[in-house]
């Protein structure tokens, strides 16, 4: 993996800064939030104004107050989900590939019929049977339906590299399988296992605010998930308050991106064939 081409590349350039800004956001919120997100004292539907400069919700809430708590949120569920997909993807992918034998003829059959079954009816049942979890339970239910894919290009790759002679090598030393998946193979894989990553963020954002929209998560944490089911249920559009709908959405569409540029910049670098410039 090419770091220093990350810092020449517009696309990394770009999604790192979107992303630093959302971090910068989340980790500052608890003393840049100019109210309490849950305070209901405010008069409801104020438009844009010096006091509240997104205006406030149905409710009497400061729409500029959750906006910036949910940053928290949709951060977490991305960044902690991407991790966890990553990991499965590393034992069901990588270390099963190399391994080989029972063991990777198992993680297949598991990883196929993940892949069959429809993901997007598996995510919403899911979560629908686990109701009102919360954000816990929302990075569960995208970690089963989220692995399967990234476990597969990993295995191919981990099979193709197995027999390269460096491998060979370091197995006739006696190095563990454990070392070599992680000092030999992994390092050759790197930049597919980030670019997954970034993938898996993705993927991660979007559901969670998509179940959270439609009600399956738990509706009373602040979440621009949250925020657009709680616009829906409120007829903001209707009723005028088309920022209440408006800058959650925006938000989501914002840090989706930075984490799609992160994931094509590192897609570039990886494989030299993709890029356009």
Known sequence: MNWKALLHNRRAVAGALIFALFCLVALLAPVVVP???????????????????????INGQDILSQLIWGARASLFVGLVSGALISLVQLVMGVFAGYVGGVFDTVAAAVTNVFLVLPSLPLLIILAAYLRGGGLLMLVGVITITGWAWGAKVLRSQAIALRDRPFVQAARVTGESRWHIVFAHVVPNMLGIIVSNFFGAALFAVLAEAGLEFIGLGNINDITWGTMLYWAQEGDAILLGAWVWLLVPGLCLA????SFGLLNFAVDEIANPRLRRD
């Open 254 to 257: 914002l840090l989706g991106t």
């Open 35 to 57: 109210y309490s997100p849950t305070d209901i004292n405010f008069t409801p539907l104020l438009h844009p104004s010096a006091k509240h400069l997104l205006g406030t919700t």
